[in-house]
């Protein structure tokens, strides 16, 4: 999974080995990262997360997606990265923050911009965008506009998990989500659970 040169005796896989092994063996549904953390009412972690949807799933751009054209009886129309087409974006997650409620979306086609306008496609309300902010682990930073397969997250929009958004110059939505059944069994979780108290105990496999 990692170059073969860099298990060498003596010396270090780089980072970007790592993220990029990991990357691929994701992709191809080889490796399923894990990540140990809870997210309470403050989002703790969430950052991390998003991190890594970016990071290790691939981008809308990518591979072959597809929304549900409601005006012709949901049929299946194939979505690219192209600024000249329709816009369409999903919202995956919502966050509060002080008073205001951030909806975060991940865009599929064309482009958003600051001060525009975009529709949710499912409830028909048409929405003004004042601010646009992407997340970084260091926190959030404004932007006046983002691309197919970047993420976003949009202030004031009044959405649920699930919602998809358009230009309002088309009625798609996209599919649903389909989520599997549990794959990690709480045995295992235990298992991984009594390694790391194992570990905990070897003062050495954690640095002070």
């Known amino acids: 999974m990692i170059r073969g040169q860099s298990l060498k005796i003596g010396n270090a896989v780089s980072e970007s080995d790592l993220h990029d092994a990991i990357r691929r063996a994701t992709i191809a549904r080889k490796f399923v990262p894990l990540f140990m953390g809870i997210s309470d009412e403050r989002y703790k972690g969430l950052e991390l997360l998003l991190e890594a949807v970016i990071r290790y799933l691939p981008s809308p751009t990518d591979v072959s997606n597809y929304a549900l054209d409601q005006n012709r009886n949901g049929e299946k129309v194939e979505l690219c990265g192209r600024i000249d087409r329709p816009f369409v974006a ?7 923050r002080m008073l205001c ?14 001060g525009g306008f975009i529709t949710n496609a499912n409830t028909g309300k048409k929405i003004k965008l004042p ?5 970084h682990n260091d926190g959030i930073e404004d932007v006046d506009e983002a691309h197919a397969g970047h993420m976003v997250a949009v202030y004031g929009a009044d959405c649920e998990s699930g919602d998809t958004f358009t230009d309002g110059s088309v009625r798609y939505t996209m599919p649903s989500v389909n989520v599997t059944a549990l794959s990690v069994s709480k045995d295992l979780w235990r298992a991984i659970f009594n390694c790391f108290e194992w570990l905990s105990k070897k003062g050495s496999y954690f640095p002070s």
């Not at 999903?90 to 509060?96: D, S």
């Not at 409620?101 to 600051?114: A, D, E």
């Not at 601010?131 to 997340?135: A, I």
């Open 131 to 135: 601010l646009l902010f992407t997340r």
């Open 90 to 96: 999903l919202a995956f997650t919502m966050e509060r």
């Open 101 to 114: 409620k951030l909806s975060y979306l991940r865009i599929y086609q064309s482009v958003i911009r600051k």
